[in-house]
């Protein structure tokens, strides 16, 4: 039985596709995680290597779960939401929010479950050079979908299952070749398609560059909630290429004042406050979940462009149907 595995990793694609000789999986935000299953142990190692064990006691019973003896598994240790969406947000309070370079408090009441979609070594057979298919079809044979382990179904066509999970705010799809082997590194043997969401946010202020970079570093962003207070969403940094970053940067100095436009606590530091003049389109991945400084966020913004046909007070919590806290 292998020691250690490197997960075979996907390359991202722009379009969900249908092919019969492909297979469609739900594309788990979560932790990914091998799962080695030995003389009726679990041990749960990170994809670098992490050892992961001991942040999930609730899936120490996993050999109970697995009809092997010995085994190792792929999949995701995930967190989900109160419409049973997996949630990045949830696991990163769940291990502890890293925040200004320092961890909080993790909170272990949120519990988590371990989503299976491989099965990479069995009893004596390592099944790397053994089809997806068929790996899949004896993972489903060898575990019982009980308590904390679940089997991460496929479908047969793609196209249908993004916009199913884009109906469902899901993260994206994973799209696997039926015939590929495992291969511990990145492949287009597998690929993953993720959905993304605008919005519009009022820019309230940026921050101070870093680096080699000019201008600032990124834009801070707000909503207005139902009292009409902007309330902060978040910051974008990236999106920007020097043109850009130049001429933003311009409209943002007009636009300075010294007192900030939002209420309540900005999480950024080295904030210059501008005037809630601005719209900005933001692309980006999901909501967050409440935080320890109060009210949902924006989680990977990426800025698309200024919105000039959009007043900054339309941009509120109740046109995303969002709670702001």
């Known amino acids: 039985m292998p020691s250690s595995i490197r997960p075979m990793l996907a390359i991202s694609i722009d379009k969900a596709f249908d092919n019969p000789d492909w297979l469609f999986e739900i594309k788990w935000d979560g932790y990914r995680a ?27 019973d996993l050999p109970q779960l697995v009809k092997a003896e010995n085994a190792i598994l792929d999949g ?25 370079g320092r961890h909080v408090a993790a909170r272990r009441e949120i519990p988590v479950l371990y989503y299976v979609f491989d099965l990479i070594y069995v009893d004596g057979y390592d099944l790397r050079r053994v089809s ?79 680096g080699s970079r000019q201008y600032f570093g990124s834009i801070v962003l707000g909503l207005y909630d139902k009292n009409g207070k902007l309330l902060h969403v978040g910051q974008a940094g990236t999106g920007f290429n020097q043109a850009t970053l130049k001429q933003i940067f311009s409209v943002l100095k007009e636009r300075g004042t010294s007192r900030s436009p939002f209420h309540g606590p900005v999480d950024a530091r080295h904030v210059h406050w501008v005037k809630p003049e601005l719209v900005a389109e933001i692309k980006f991945t999901e909501w967050t979940h409440e935080t320890a400084d109060g009210g ?3 989680r990977a913004p990426v800025f698309m462009g200024l919105r000039e046909d959009k007043e900054p007070e339309e941009c509120t919590f109740a046109e995303q149907r969002v709670e702001p806290s």
Not at 76 to 100: C, K, N, P, Y
């Open 296 to 298: 949902v966020k924006l």
């Open 132 to 210: 997806l298919e068929d790996r899949k079809r004896v993972l489903a044979q060898s575990i019982t979908s009980e308590g904390p382990l679940r089997y991460s179904d496929h479908f047969d066509r793609g196209v249908a299952l993004f916009e199913a999970a884009k109906g469902k705010g899901l993260e994206g799809i994973l799209a696997k070749r039926r015939g590929s082997c495992y291969e511990e590194h990145r492949t287009r043997e597998w690929l993953k398609i993720k959905i993304t969401q605008t919005i519009d946010c009022v820019i309230g202020g940026y921050t101070d560059p870093e």
């Open 34 to 60: 091998v799962g080695f299953i030995e003389k009726g142990r679990a041990r749960l190692v990170s994809r670098n290597q992490n050892d992961l064990t001991a942040q999930y006691p609730e899936l120490r």
């Open 76 to 100: 995701e240790i995930v967190a989900l939401d109160e419409q049973g969406r997996a949630s990045f947000s949830l696991m990163q309070q769940r291990t502890g929010i890293r925040e200004h």
